[in-house]
């Protein structure tokens, strides 16, 4: 419990410390407009207020991610609350924050239009195929853990075609309208249905005085899976998710100023991180043991162990509250990975998105595909999905490198969880049974190698850009405006 309640304050407090210091390297400028009133065209670009931006954002951010990851990552013992805090404050909100602010400075522009602007034209064609497989992927995932929730809900008295149905009917309108019409109003009750739950079932955690396991760095996992580098891609959301990297430039097109960034992009994060050190406990410490933990989850998911630690917490009323909580998570994610999907193609293709019938064009194959998608096995979908998260993630962190070594600033925060997550995501390539299966020792050699040649280009690179001056920002000097 100690641990439990520890990691929680330092989340907290890291928020309140290492958020002020990335927020002063950056360097707010009050005075500059931002791109919600300066691209304004009421349907992406439009300013709205911190809480509600707030409150997006963090339903953007969050999908089953907070949940689902640190369910699993749970497996593995105490140290998944290691990686959650530290990956939270020092590689997650870092992330988020400099991926926002500097979306910000460019007309709310997605991460491959960064990509493009900060490391050349070619890498904008990979990023932007990056970015809509992963979002694509993410659409889909969360599609069919929302509707399977909500079948074992209901006793399976709705049909779970009929709930997949629904839901994508509501992310097509999602999608395709303005963004105060429908996720700006909606999102205040998810909201509430999500703090409600996540509150409910942490606290119920301290008032039962649930056995939660301090910190240790011993494997636990049932099957022996390797800590290293597999616990960085099971537990992604709520420590470091490349999707957040995607959803970000929503925000960013309808933030009012860029004080606000710190609230809404790294402590929207934190608040994540909390989410999932509150699941990730529940799951050490009331399904019996990490062998009755690993044999729920082959049986039914991580689902199976939400409606468990839910119901045995907060009774059947408030149980069935708290699956709803967890319901809400990935249908306002899935809304605007369809909706941010759309925006990148848009933005890439320069489709001009004020008429309904070019979003329409733009969205109607990307429901298709996701459609298709549905009937791939879940569990290899959470595969891809894991590696292309974290792949993304590597790419944000170094435009957010980039952006900062021009602006003769310290990169390194950016730079140093940008590189470690490098090694990682080179070594689980290599070794992955979806990448090349070569043994643990030559993957972590082969990691080291790929990840030092491609610094030694990042540096060769940003060195070039500082010395001929690389812009940073849009120039918006001539507008003006009354905010």
């Known amino acids: 419990m100690i641990t439990f309640l520890l990691g929680i304050a330092l989340l907290i407090v890291g928020y309140f410390t290492y958020g002020k210091v990335v927020e002063r390297i950056f360097g707010v400028k009050e005075e500059r407009p931002t791109p919600a009133y300066v691209n304004q065209d009421g349907v992406d670009y439009l300013p709205m207020s911190t809480p509600r931006n707030s409150l997006i954002q963090l339903l953007n951010i969050a999908g089953t991610g907070p949940v689902f990851g640190p369910i699993m990552g749970a497996l593995y013992g105490p140290v998944a609350f290691l990686w959650i805090v530290i990956g939270c404050i020092f590689a997650g909100a870092v992330h988020d924050y400099l991926t926002g602010m500097i979306s910000i400075r460019n007309k709310g522009a997605h991460l491959p239009e960064l990509a493009s602007k900060f490391f050349g034209k070619s890498m904008r064609h990979l990023v932007n195929a990056f970015a809509v497989l992963l979002l694509l ?71 039962t005085g649930a056995p939660i396991p301090e910190l240790s760095l011993q494997n636990f996992h049932p099957e022996n899976m390797p800590v290293l580098p597999l616990i960085f891609f099971t537990i992604t959301c709520g420590a470091l998710s490349g999707f957040h990297a995607t959803q970000t430039p929503i925000i960013s097109r309808t933030i009012q100023r860029e004080k606000q960034g710190r609230k809404i992009f790294y402590g929207m994060m934190i608040a994540e991180g909390i989410i999932a050190m509150i699941w990730a406990a529940a799951a050490m410490s009331l399904v019996g043991s990490y062998g009755g933990l690993n044999e729920m989850l082959n049986a039914g998911g991580p689902g199976a162990v939400v409606t468990e630690v839910s119901t045995l917490l907060l009774g059947a009323i408030g149980g069935t509250i708290a699956v709803l909580g967890v319901v809400v998570l990935p249908i306002t994610s899935g809304d605007t990975a369809f909706r941010s999907a759309r925006m990148i193609i848009a933005e890439y293709f320069q489709i001009a998105q004020k008429k309904i019938s070019r979003r329409l064009w733009i969205a109607l194959p ?24 974290q792949g993304t993630a590597v790419i944000a962190l170094f435009v957010g490198a980039m952006y900062l070594y021009i602006a003769r600033k310290n990169y390194w925060i950016a730079l140093i969880p940008g590189a470690f997550m490098l090694v990682m995501v080179i070594t689980y390539i290599l070794n992955a049974e979806i990448g090349f299966r070569f043994p643990m020792t030559a993957s972590w050699i082969g990691s080291f190698i790929c990840s030092g040649a491609i610094l030694i280009l990042f540096f060769r690179a940003a060195k070039k850009a500082r010395a001929n001056n690389m812009p940073l920002e849009v120039d918006v000097s001539g507008f003006k405006h009354s905010a």
Do not use: C, E
């Open 366 to 389: 990307l429901f298709a595909v996701s459609v298709a998608l549905t009937q791939i096995d879940f569990n290899i979908l959470w595969r891809y999905f894991s590696w292309a998260n």
């Open 137 to 207: 992927l993410v659409g889909t995932v969360f599609v069919s853990t929302p509707a399977s929730l909500l079948h074992v809900l209901m006793d399976g008295q709705v049909a779970l075609g009929i709930l997949i149905a629904a839901i994508f009917i509501y992310y097509i309108l999602a999608t395709l309208l303005p963004v105060d019409k429908i996720i700006g109003r909606l999102y205040p009750y998810f909201g509430a249905i999500l703090l409600v739950s996540s509150l409910g079932v942490g606290i119920g955690l301290i008032v």
